[in-house]
Protein backbone atom coordinates (compact mmCIF):
# COMPACT_ATOMS: atom_id res chain seq x y z
CA UNK A 1 0.00 0.00 0.00
CA UNK A 2 3.16 2.39 0.74
CA UNK A 3 4.42 1.84 -2.76
CA UNK A 4 0.92 2.63 -4.18
CA UNK A 5 0.72 5.89 -2.33
CA UNK A 6 3.77 7.06 -3.39
CA UNK A 7 3.84 6.37 -6.62
CA UNK A 8 2.92 8.87 -9.26
CA UNK A 9 -0.71 9.46 -7.00
CA UNK A 10 -1.63 5.95 -8.07
CA UNK A 11 -3.92 5.65 -5.06
CA UNK A 12 -5.71 8.71 -6.45
CA UNK A 13 -6.29 7.46 -9.97
CA UNK A 14 -7.02 3.90 -8.88
CA UNK A 15 -9.42 5.18 -6.73
CA UNK A 16 -11.65 6.81 -9.56
CA UNK A 17 -11.75 3.97 -12.12
CA UNK A 18 -14.94 1.74 -10.19
CA UNK A 19 -13.54 -1.33 -10.64
CA UNK A 20 -15.19 -4.83 -10.01
CA UNK A 21 -14.96 -4.80 -5.70
CA UNK A 22 -13.41 -1.31 -5.72
CA UNK A 23 -15.86 1.37 -6.41
CA UNK A 24 -14.73 5.03 -7.53
CA UNK A 25 -14.45 6.55 -4.15
CA UNK A 26 -12.60 3.60 -2.51
CA UNK A 27 -9.74 3.33 -1.00
CA UNK A 28 -9.36 6.32 2.00
CA UNK A 29 -7.98 3.80 4.02
CA UNK A 30 -4.86 1.06 3.93
CA UNK A 31 -7.65 -1.51 4.77
CA UNK A 32 -9.63 -0.67 2.02
CA UNK A 33 -6.42 -0.90 -0.66
CA UNK A 34 -5.27 -3.80 0.99
CA UNK A 35 -9.14 -6.06 1.34
CA UNK A 36 -8.86 -5.53 -2.28
CA UNK A 37 -5.72 -6.26 -3.47
CA UNK A 38 -6.55 -9.81 -1.62
CA UNK A 39 -9.77 -9.84 -3.08
CA UNK A 40 -8.35 -9.57 -6.65
CA UNK A 41 -5.19 -12.13 -5.89
CA UNK A 42 -8.13 -14.90 -4.95
CA UNK A 43 -10.19 -13.72 -8.00
CA UNK A 44 -6.94 -14.21 -10.32
CA UNK A 45 -6.08 -17.86 -8.31
CA UNK A 46 -9.50 -19.01 -8.84
CA UNK A 47 -9.75 -17.66 -12.41
CA UNK A 48 -6.39 -19.78 -13.13
CA UNK A 49 -7.60 -22.76 -11.37
CA UNK A 50 -10.89 -22.98 -12.81
CA UNK A 51 -8.83 -22.17 -17.12
CA UNK A 52 -5.76 -25.28 -16.62
CA UNK A 53 -4.30 -24.09 -19.86
CA UNK A 54 -3.57 -21.28 -17.76
CA UNK A 55 -0.23 -21.22 -15.28
CA UNK A 56 0.02 -18.52 -12.68
CA UNK A 57 3.48 -17.80 -11.22
CA UNK A 58 3.81 -15.47 -7.74
CA UNK A 59 6.42 -14.36 -6.74
CA UNK A 60 6.87 -12.00 -3.36
CA UNK A 61 8.68 -9.07 -4.75
CA UNK A 62 10.20 -7.77 -1.70
CA UNK A 63 11.95 -11.41 -1.28
CA UNK A 64 15.12 -10.85 -2.20
CA UNK A 65 15.35 -13.78 -4.08
CA UNK A 66 12.70 -12.57 -6.44
CA UNK A 67 15.14 -12.24 -9.42
CA UNK A 68 15.98 -15.82 -9.04
CA UNK A 69 12.50 -17.27 -8.66
CA UNK A 70 11.71 -15.69 -12.06
CA UNK A 71 14.17 -16.45 -13.88
CA UNK A 72 13.76 -20.11 -12.87
CA UNK A 73 10.14 -19.71 -13.64
CA UNK A 74 10.57 -18.16 -17.78
CA UNK A 75 13.90 -19.94 -17.89
CA UNK A 76 15.80 -16.30 -17.73
CA UNK A 77 18.98 -14.99 -16.11
CA UNK A 78 17.95 -13.64 -12.94
CA UNK A 79 20.26 -10.43 -14.18
CA UNK A 80 17.29 -9.78 -16.33
CA UNK A 81 15.37 -9.55 -12.98
CA UNK A 82 16.60 -6.60 -11.33
CA UNK A 83 15.08 -3.47 -9.61
CA UNK A 84 15.36 -0.38 -11.61
CA UNK A 85 12.91 2.03 -10.42
CA UNK A 86 13.70 2.35 -7.38
CA UNK A 87 13.15 6.01 -6.10
CA UNK A 88 13.98 6.91 -2.41
CA UNK A 89 12.70 5.40 0.21
CA UNK A 90 9.06 7.10 1.02
CA UNK A 91 6.86 6.70 3.56
CA UNK A 92 3.30 7.99 4.08
CA UNK A 93 1.21 7.96 7.65
CA UNK A 94 -1.27 5.19 7.45
CA UNK A 95 -4.87 6.57 6.65
Known amino acids: VNSLRTFLDFDEKLKQCD????????????EEFE??????????RNFVKNHPSHTLI???????????????????????????????ARTVSPR
Open 35 to 44: AFFHEHAQNI
Open 58 to 88: EVNIEDPNAGTQLAEAFGQNAKCWVKRNAGA
Open 19 to 30: LKGFPAGTGDTN
